[in-house]
């Protein structure tokens, strides 16, 4: 009978070990992917953490979804409830015809809010990034009860922190037809990476999946339309500035600025005015561009814990 060598007996005892080795289990950080149908819209949603810890609900960006919290939401769930929702036509969401649904910024409000109500989460703080300010700040101006701490990412709602390239879109907005080109270079493929990667020192830091999933996205049949729609409607939002800004006034939220302060489209000023508004909020300008969570996530999760531990709900 021929000896067993080393290696044979090493083989065996690694799988008779791993075999009676209990599997890791999922805990309430492990991210799960979820589909529920709004007002006729199917809406997609990720959910992490324990469903009795304070919600924070994320609202992302364009031309990102929910993917874009991917590396910070199992950071937060540890201690915190997570809900990050894709907008109608975004992400894992339902596109429907523009002649069944209207896409401007108060219906995708309505909607998103639609959805908090029906999954029964009505006391949260939002964290918003881009096109989730607009969308953020209609749901709280409808239910500020609702609402206990705001976290901002580069969501702007201060004409100070509108960059360069907002001149030539207000031109478009004065006459759609007089400047095709406006939209025709917002939904490029170079506008899009430029999204990701402008401004930033550190390009490797961000994964060229994202870019090209996202402009991959906006080639589908039926997004030009529907995000030229919302660009133009895009306007509503700077005229609601004021608005917003007597809001945070009036009720003094918690308020965390985590801005990436080299993002050429909301540049910094955007981010320093909170505190004009409300005086004790805490703003942290990050060495990072747009999509500051791309290249800053461990130090944005240490600032909202923090933030978040010293403004239990």
Do not use: C
Request: overall charge negative; aromatic content about 12%; charged content about 20%.
């Amino acid at each position: 009978m021929k000896t067993p060598t080393f290696l044979t007996l090493a083989s065996a005892m690694i799988i008779g070990h791993a075999a009676q080795a209990a599997p890791v289990p999922s805990t309430s950080a492990t991210t799960t992917y979820h589909r529920v149908t709004v007002d006729g819209v199917g809406m997609f949603y990720r959910e992490a953490g324990p469903k009795d810890a304070p919600t924070i609900v994320l609202l992302h960006g364009f031309p990102s979804s929910s993917r874009e919290f991917d590396t910070l939401i199992p950071l937060l769930a540890t201690r915190y409830h997570l809900v990050a929702p894709d907008f109608p036509s975004f992400g894992q969401s339902d596109t429907p015809s523009p002649s069944t649904y209207t896409y401007t910024f108060d219906h995708l409000a309505q909607t998103t809010n639609a959805l908090l109500e029906q999954l029964q989460i009505r006391h949260y703080t939002l964290f918003l990034h881009d096109y989730g300010g607009p969308i953020g700040f209609r749901i709280m101006l409808a239910h500020p009860e609702r609402v206990h701490a705001l976290i901002v990412s580069n969501a702007n709602v201060y004409k100070e922190g509108l960059g360069a390239k907002w001149t030539k879109i207000a031109e478009y907005w004065a006459d759609p037809k007089a400047h095709p080109e406006v939209p025709a270079a917002f939904l490029s493929f170079a506008a899009t990476e430029q999204r990701h990667t402008g401004g930033t020192s550190h390009p490797e830091r961000y994964n060229p999946d994202t870019w090209t999933d996202e402009f991959n996205h906006l080639s589908q049949p039926g997004q030009h339309e529907i995000q030229t729609t919302l660009l133009y409607d895009y306007r509503t939002n700077v005229a609601a500035y004021p608005s917003w800004q007597a809001w945070l006034r009036q009720h003094q939220p918690p308020t965390l600025v985590v801005w990436g302060r080299n993002d050429p489209s909301f540049i910094a000023p955007g981010g320093e005015a909170f505190k004009r508004d409300v005086p004790n909020a805490e703003i942290h300008m990050l060495d990072a561009g747009h999509f500051a969570m791309d290249e800053k996530n461990d130090e944005m999760a240490s600032l909202i814990l923090d933030f978040m531990a010293r403004h239990p709900d």
